[in-house]
């Protein structure tokens, strides 16, 4: 008889999103008139940038004629695009080979994949707030899951614990959901601990893109022997807006052995067996980011978002309240004002000042009690927003 | 300590196209005025047809305008795409429901990442010789692998073997490497089986749009109960030239329960945490296959192919060689003349005719002996390549 994987009935599932929707539904159906603002979103509102549409038109053009159509391409990414990423890399003087460079659909799928080649018998340390996908697809796999907690203490940045011991160490900086970002200095703390352990470290670069000043690390790998020890996760959704074009890409160090084998070989037979590559159109679009023009554009819409977050956290600032993140990152973390709940304060700011928000609580034990506002709305409406928070706490 | 997952080093390397490349860059090393034909490619080589190239033109600009971009889209697939998809069986007379259907990046990916829902405890049965992807992730996951020998006696379509009992059954039809396809009635006895035996089938149909006549099966669900126990994994890439483009859909019924469960939310639970579904632009373009242009055109390039197939059997049948295949698929399997090994006769013909094939025990114990050729060839190197053929044969 086919059996289940066990491990599956084990998730919990999690209606934090869906939780929203019927709150702001129900307040909606009882206030029709209600203009509601949402600051929850994490996803982008803004267009692919001119350079990609006009790198996918020619991609597409080429996809309609014999002598320049592809097929099946290489399953770890075509060299132009492996190239600019790591001339990317090299422009921040990481030296980056092109074989540890793999393209894949997402972040999220390889942050999900990557386990296939460990052991399920491998301790996995994750951060509390956490990016629910580390826990979900270490619970899938039966792993043994130990939670690094972040609090204002410790300025939602955890530290490694000599006393742990941890296999698998998920990090994410700039943090999702907190907005929270390592420097080198701390980041070489947690590769000194991998390295002694044994350890590997996954690194969750998504939002690297965001870090303006050099006082934030924009890789695990402007650490000292990170490449010994970490393979790190980047993405064009966030940076290039492609939340619905898809592709992001991983670094897998040809130096990272672990039990006498190097790790990039096992990765590349299981993208080479499980995985087919990036469509060759949304390839010419990532390498567009890299161009002169790709490259001005999509830093002014990053720009365009980090003017939303400066709205929010000037206005926290005004306001006196605690938060983090808003600086290197889309994400702003705030402590509900007057002690309130995660969940108490949603429904005041949904009443209050119809604005949506998510609350802390849906990302973890040590998000009880904060609440996340996102800079991907629009200007009008971010101001706005804060204009009707400014209202609602200066009374 | 970080452990990898020892089954990976269980894998075995298989060095098939590798070793066709290095005899054919020998053979042309040493006579570099041979004219090489290549028919052993697996790839596609006629570019998408205009429809599809309209419809990814046409997304890509509403991608370029606020009002119409596209972020983040649902992990299972768009419903304009999942309902298209519903109506492509309905006119089959097979219904599938919206919520059965997810569309994926490609139907290798899903075969791969399918096995995640199941225990490692199952016993897998494939035939032999097999598309390599089915043996290599049940290797990942240490499951036990059972072949279920394809040879001349029995048409290269194994039935069941009531004394063996197996959990999850790897169907492909029509077959690759061999091109032999099931019936309806041949695919019935399969589905009493894996009824009686709580099994279930993962049936390959990523080659059922060369299917022409009413013989082959087209589809698992045409024999009755299969909703019950069949999991139906299809591909755009062969049926329209998607290779390079990345989409299929995989249909996993709701009736579908083992262990008391329905397999369903667990695909879409392993779905939601581990992929954020295919490109918006690529959904439209899967779409546009089913439209009216869209259907015509890639049937007058299945017909290309087809011609192709054609061209390779009649002088098949001309010289007296023993083949499969070919009628409903672009592989055609043929016996090694005068009792010639794979390689030898892989040897033979890239000498004697300067054409480059597959051999077919590249694909298994079973394929020791037999050979692949390809329709994906143009028609001008296909005749050619015949021409040769019989040039050698009828000396």
Same mark, same amino acid.
């Given at each position: 008889?086919?059996?289940?994987?066990?491990?599956?009935?084990?998730?919990?599932?999690?209606?934090?999103?869906?939780?929203?929707?019927?709150?702001?539904?129900?307040?909606?159906?009882?206030?029709?008139?209600?203009?509601?603002?949402?600051?929850?979103?994490?996803?982008?509102?803004?267009?692919?940038?001119?350079?990609?549409?006009?790198?996918?038109?020619?991609?597409?053009?080429?996809?309609?004629?014999?002598?320049?159509?592809?097929?099946?391409?290489?399953?770890?990414?075509?060299?132009?695009?492996?190239?600019?990423?790591?001339?990317?890399?090299?422009?921040?003087?990481?030296?980056?080979?092109?074989?540890?460079?793999?393209?894949?659909?997402?972040?999220?799928?390889?942050?999900?994949?990557?386990?296939?080649?460990?052991?399920?018998?491998?301790?996995?340390?994750?951060?509390?707030?956490?990016?629910?996908?580390?826990?979900?697809?270490?619970?899938?796999?039966?792993?043994?899951?130990?939670?690094?907690?972040?609090?204002?203490?410790?300025?939602?940045?955890?530290?490694?614990?000599?006393?742990?011991?941890?296999?698998?160490?998920?990090?994410?900086?700039?943090?999702?959901?907190?907005?929270?970002?390592?420097?080198?200095?701390?980041?070489?703390?947690?590769?000194?601990?991998?390295?002694?352990?044994?350890?590997?470290?996954?690194?969750?670069?998504?939002?690297?893109?965001?870090?303006?000043?050099?006082?934030?690390?924009?890789?695990?790998?402007?650490?000292?022997?990170?490449?010994?020890?970490?393979? =790190?996760?980047?993405?064009?959704?966030? #940076?290039? +807006?492609?939340?619905?074009?898809? /592709? *992001?890409?991983?670094?897998?160090? !040809? &130096?990272?052995?672990?039990?006498?084998?190097?790790?990039?070989?096992?990765?590349?037979?299981?993208?080479?067996?499980?995985?087919?590559?990036?469509?060759?159109?949304?390839?010419?679009?990532?390498?567009?980011?890299?161009?002169?023009?790709?490259?001005?554009?999509?830093?002014?819409?990053?720009?365009?978002?980090?003017?939303?977050?400066?709205?929010?956290?000037?206005?926290?600032?005004?306001?006196?309240?605690?938060?983090?993140?808003?600086?290197?990152?889309?994400?702003?973390?705030?402590?509900?004002?007057?002690?309130?709940?995660?969940?108490?304060?949603?429904?005041?700011?949904? =009443?209050?000042?119809?604005?949506?928000? #998510?609350? +802390?609580?849906?990302?973890?034990? /040590? *998000?009880?009690?904060?609440?996340? !506002? &996102?800079?991907?709305?629009?200007?009008?409406?971010?101001?706005?927003?804060?204009?009707?928070?400014?209202?609602?706490?200066?009374?």
């Amino acid at each position: 008889m086919a059996q289940i994987n066990k491990h599956y009935t084990e998730i919990k599932e999690n209606y934090l999103f869906s939780d929203i929707a019927k709150r702001t539904a129900a307040y909606t159906a009882a206030h029709p008139e209600a203009d509601i603002i949402r600051m929850g979103i994490g996803d982008v509102t803004l267009p692919l940038c001119d350079a990609v549409i006009q790198a996918l038109h020619a991609a597409v053009d080429e996809m309609s004629r014999q002598e320049s159509f592809h097929g099946y391409g290489p399953e770890q990414g075509y060299e132009f695009l492996k190239d600019a990423i790591c001339d990317y890399y090299a422009k921040r003087n990481i030296s980056i080979l092109a074989d540890e460079v793999f393209i894949s659909d997402g972040a999220k799928s390889d942050l999900g994949n990557i386990l296939d080649i460990f052991s399920t018998d491998n301790t996995v340390m994750v951060t509390d707030p956490v990016y629910p996908v580390y826990v979900d697809t270490n619970i899938m796999a039966g792993r043994k899951i130990i939670y690094a907690p972040a609090n204002e203490a410790n300025g939602f940045l955890p530290m490694p614990d000599e006393s742990i011991d941890c296999d698998l160490i998920y990090l994410c900086s700039p943090n999702n959901p907190t907005g929270a970002a390592y420097t080198a200095a701390q980041l070489q703390v947690w590769v000194d601990y991998a390295k002694k352990h044994d350890s590997v470290i996954l690194f969750d670069a998504a939002y690297e893109a965001f870090i303006t000043d050099g006082k934030a690390a924009r890789s695990i790998y402007e650490a000292e022997g990170a490449k010994d020890c970490a393979i =790190e996760f980047c993405s064009f959704s966030k #940076t290039a +807006g492609f939340t619905g074009t898809r /592709c *992001g890409y991983t670094i897998v160090p !040809l &130096t990272l052995v672990r039990d006498q084998k190097p790790l990039q070989p096992f990765w590349l037979r299981r993208q080479t067996t499980k995985f087919n590559g990036v469509p060759y159109i949304v390839q010419r679009a990532a390498a567009a980011v890299f161009s002169e023009e790709g490259a001005r554009q999509i830093r002014d819409n990053l720009d365009y978002y980090r003017e939303n977050a400066r709205t929010i956290t000037d206005t926290l600032d005004d306001l006196g309240i605690w938060y983090t993140g808003g600086v290197h990152s889309p994400y702003i973390w705030l402590k509900c004002p007057n002690g309130m709940g995660s969940w108490e304060f949603f429904d005041f700011l949904l =009443e209050k000042a119809n604005v949506v928000g #998510t609350p +802390g609580e849906g990302f973890g034990e /040590c *998000g009880k009690g904060y609440f996340r !506002l &996102t800079a991907f709305s629009s200007h009008e409406k971010t101001k706005e927003a804060m204009r009707r928070l400014k209202n609602v706490f200066q009374k």
